[in-house]
């Protein structure tokens, strides 16, 4: 079932003197089993985007439609925290939120809260701790005692513990080194294709939006720019000049050899079928 | 969270804005006196019109005062139920029950309640028309005289202009923290006893460890641009005061001086 956004508008301080208008009458569809990237400038609009879908933010105007609830701005919405079980959504430097003694309670948390047993959510602790790529001898250690970029895989399995359908990420690799925000979205990766997980995941980074997402959607001023699949999105480089974002490699490579004439499909994203597309080309020409 | 009034900058243009904060202190302090006098209905008219004049001449509208006092009323009605059963002189005025009301009981209320109304409007406009950092370097400058006496007056205002700017940065930071425990299925309103406890424990921790970074952050910030707190420095701003100033303190002292000659007679 897809989730759809109607007319959806979100107000910051609506009625004061501060008010901001974040969302303006946003319509979209995202579609479950997928990975989606929700790209566009700081200040667009995308965390007060996602923070709708568990119903975190509440529309001003409009209404959403996930999994079987509908959360519109004409009626108080209850019972969200069933909702919350089934939309994980990890902020953007979620390390902020721990706050337990051990990283096992921290990560039980969750679990605990949506009604597991002491003795299952500790189980899931331990499942999920290797999953994010630290190993078991860290759940008795304080979380407060680790890097930032351990900090934050306690957070994402403080989140998965809650064994959500739908997962929601918020910059999840900001401010990590390559190496990190690598294996990170690896680990995304294999929550979607291992647990049939639906993903968004915000980014800024337009390597990772298309090495491992399928769906984009572009945010602009609090309206939906565009919506469509990653290859489309790349294939046609006029949208991402007009936006000022920088393409990915293999996109401007691509892009400067058909401009100096090399007749090369402008549906190929990936090095090595450009690689084998230029030597087909000075084949050609030898 | 987010439309707490009080204690809240408007950047609006008016005539109070303009006026030097040293001149908006001491005329706020000036009129605290005169508010604590015991000054009968009539003197709490004349201070009620003046304070009413102050806020259209600054601007403010009624909506915004009448936030900014909300946090009091649960205190002013807890003080209406202890002075109900406190003070039981006077004329009975009404029963509940046979539950007596005497109308001593409801009269201080209300002298208590005008007077918080009326300190907190006119605190309201001074922190609604002022900057936090001209109102921390009007409060310097009105201390200084007091370094005689080693009153740490620049360390004082150091400390309140810090407290300042970190108010809006905690109250955004708990908005968040919460957002992101809610996340975590935390429920603030519902639940037992003991999830409230775990649920306020989640905000509360990561709250001091965040303001303790932010310390930390601010102190070797602080200390690698070589800030000592005893030297002397320069201002970049420097307060003058004009004629509107010393209009407004001669108006204060009229007020002040009027009820005083009042209370004589
Ligand atoms: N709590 C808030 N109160 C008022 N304005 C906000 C708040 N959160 C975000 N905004 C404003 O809404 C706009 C969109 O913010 P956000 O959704 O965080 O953008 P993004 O995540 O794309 O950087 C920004 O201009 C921001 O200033
Ligand atoms: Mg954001």
């Known amino acids: 079932m897809p989730i759809t956004f109607q007319k959806l508008t979100h107000e910051y301080n609506a009625g004061t003197p501060f008010s901001y208008l974040a969302l303006d009458h946003i319509d979209l569809n995202l579609q479950e089993g997928k990975i989606t990237a929700i790209i566009g400038e700081t200040g667009s609009g995308k965390s007060t985007l996602v923070q709708h879908l568990n119903a975190l933010l509440l529309p001003t105007e409009g209404s959403l439609k996930i999994l079987d609830r509908e959360i519109s701005a004409s009626e108080k919405p209850k019972h969200l925290k069933s909702l919350r079980k089934h939309v994980g959504l990890v902020f953007q430097f979620p390390e902020y939120q721990l706050f337990e003694e051990t990283i096992a309670k921290d990560i039980a948390f969750g679990p605990k809260n949506f009604g597991a047993s002491e003795e299952e959510a500790l189980q899931r602790a331990k499942d999920v701790i290797t999953l994010v790529g630290l190993d078991e001898s860290y759940l008795e250690r304080s979380p407060f005692e680790l890097s930032g970029g351990q900090k934050r895989r306690v957070a994402i399995a403080g989140i998965l513990a809650m064994d959500p359908d739908i997962l929601v990420l918020d910059e999840p690799a900001a401010g990590l080194d390559p190496q990190g925000a690598k294996e990170m979205m690896e680990l995304f990766v294999r929550l979607h294709t291992e647990f049939h997980k639906t993903i968004f995941i915000v980014t800024h980074d337009m390597e990772h939006v298309l090495r491992y997402c399928d769906e984009v959607v572009v945010m602009d001023h609090g309206h939906v720019k565009t919506t469509c699949s990653v290859s489309s999105f790349f294939q046609d480089p006029s949208i991402l000049k007009e936006m000022g974002i920088h393409p990915p490699a293999v996109v401007s490579l691509r892009e400067s050899l058909r401009e100096v004439g090399f007749e090369i499909d402008a549906s190929i994203l990936t090095m090595e079928q450009l690689a084998q597309a230029v030597a087909k080309e000075v084949g050609h020409h030898e | ?265």
């Open chain 2, 1 to 265: 969270m987010n439309n707490i009034a009080l204690g809240r900058y408007l950047p609006l243009d008016s005539c109070i804005h303009r006026l030097d904060p040293r001149a908006k202190i001491i005329a706020l302090i000036l009129m605290m006196v005169a508010i604590f006098l015991p000054a009968g209905w009539i003197g709490y008219a004349l201070l009620g019109c003046a304070v009413l004049c102050l806020t259209v001449l600054a601007k403010l509208k009624m909506n915004f005062l009448w936030r900014s006092m909300k946090p009091m009323m649960f205190m002013l009605v807890f003080l209406l139920i202890i002075n109900l059963f406190m003070l039981q002189n006077g004329t009975i005025l009404f029963e509940i029950g046979s539950f007596p009301i005497y109308s001593d009981a409801v009269f201080q209320t209300l002298y208590i309640t005008v007077r918080l109304m009326l300190m907190i409007i006119l605190t309201t406009v001074l922190t609604a028309t002022t900057k936090p950092l001209d109102l921390t370097l009007g409060i310097e400058h009105l201390l200084s005289p007091f370094k005689v006496i080693h009153l740490p007056a620049h360390e004082i205002a150091m400390m309140i202009s810090i407290a300042l700017r970190f108010i809006p940065t905690l109250i955004e930071e708990t908005q968040r923290i919460m957002k992101a425990q809610a996340s975590r299925g935390v429920d603030m309103e519902e639940g037992k006893l003991k999830e409230k406890i775990m649920s306020i424990l989640s905000l509360i921790v990561p709250l001091f460890v965040s303001a303790f970074q932010h310390a930390d952050d601010l102190a070797n910030a602080m200390e690698a641009r070589g800030y000592v707190p005893d030297r002397t420095r320069t201002r970049y701003k420097q307060l003058h005061m004009h004629i509107g100033d010393y209009v407004i303190f001669a108006i204060c002292f009229l007020i002040l001086g009027g009820l005083l000659v009042f209370l004589w007679i």
